[in-house]
């Protein structure tokens, strides 16, 4: 089955920076649309940013210019780059994935219900 495992995570100042991952597992085809979700308390999951299998990416507005998603398709490993960290960037950060990677830009990528989801990874921006 399809695993999804999150590390990476941790506390630093803000402007500080961290490097996500997600080691995927289980996909029975590269047709794949994979995305960083968060989820801070009391407040909506949110889509951070969405890659397709062709290396395409989507941010939402908060992170552009900070964040970078990446792929190693050899490693099946995806990635989430964070620099200059804000304390509003505090959250549970999740890997999800989905089959289908042509609609992996769509207009509502943020809240497309991903099949696979990972357990998190707690990311704690202090000022």
């Known amino acids: 089955q399809v695993q999804l495992v999150e590390s990476g995570g941790g506390s630093v100042q803000a402007g500080g920076f961290l490097k996500l991952s997600c080691a995927a597992s289980?996909?029975?085809?590269?047709?794949?649309?994979m995305a960083w979700l968060r989820q801070a308390p009391g407040k909506e999951r949110e889509g951070v940013g969405v890659?397709?299998?062709?290396?395409?990416?989507s941010y939402v507005d908060s992170v552009k210019g900070r964040f970078t998603i990446s792929q190693d398709k050899v490693k099946n490993t995806l990635y989430l780059q964070m620099n200059s960290l804000k304390p509003e960037d505090t959250a549970m950060y999740y890997c999800?994935?989905?089959?289908?990677?042509?609609?992996?830009?769509?207009?509502?990528?943020?809240?497309?219900?991903?099949?696979?989801r990972g357990q998190g990874t707690q990311v704690t921006v202090s000022s």
């Open positions: 890659i397709d299998s062709g290396g395409r990416t």
């Open positions: 999800a994935a989905d089959y289908g990677s042509w609609s992996c830009l769509l207009p509502a990528w943020s809240r497309r219900p991903y099949k696979y």
């Open positions: 289980g996909f029975t085809s590269s047709s794949i649309c």
